[in-house]
């Protein structure tokens, strides 16, 4: 199994930055994919960005495009979404997510295998 501990989330104003963190653990081999979601009460989580290992491709939500950046350390089994220009719309719960396998749809919940506990964000106007 992989473990996912996301940290770095807090209370910021609107315009400010914040980088959160996702340290994996265990078999992180088998991760292609990672993966940053975000979920708000009452509705359903979202993707926000993923990261390929391999190659470094990254994808982004057209909400957080420009914004936000997805980064990852192999070295440090660390996956990192930098989070500039919040937005009080940006204020969520933050799941980080692995996915096993490489190819296939990365922009859903369904596809991704482990799971974090997830880190608040709150943006305040």
């Known amino acids: 199994q992989v473990q996912l501990v996301e940290s770095g989330g807090g209370l910021v104003q609107s315009g400010d930055s914040l980088r959160l963190s996702c340290a994996a653990s265990g078999r992180t081999y088998t991760s292609a994919v990672m993966g940053w979601f975000r979920q708000t009460a009452g509705k359903e989580r979202e993707v926000v960005a993923v990261?390929?290992?391999?190659?470094?491709?990254?994808a982004y939500a057209d909400s957080v495009k420009g914004r936000f950046t997805i980064s990852g350390d192999n070295a440090k089994n660390t996956v990192y979404l930098q989070m500039n220009s919040l937005k009080p719309e940006d204020t969520a719960v933050y799941y980080c997510a692995a996915r096993i396998r490489l190819s296939g749809s990365y922009v859903y919940t369904d596809d991704y295998d482990y799971w974090g506990q997830g880190t608040q964000v709150t943006v305040s106007s």
């Open positions: 990261l390929r290992w391999s190659g470094g491709r990254t």
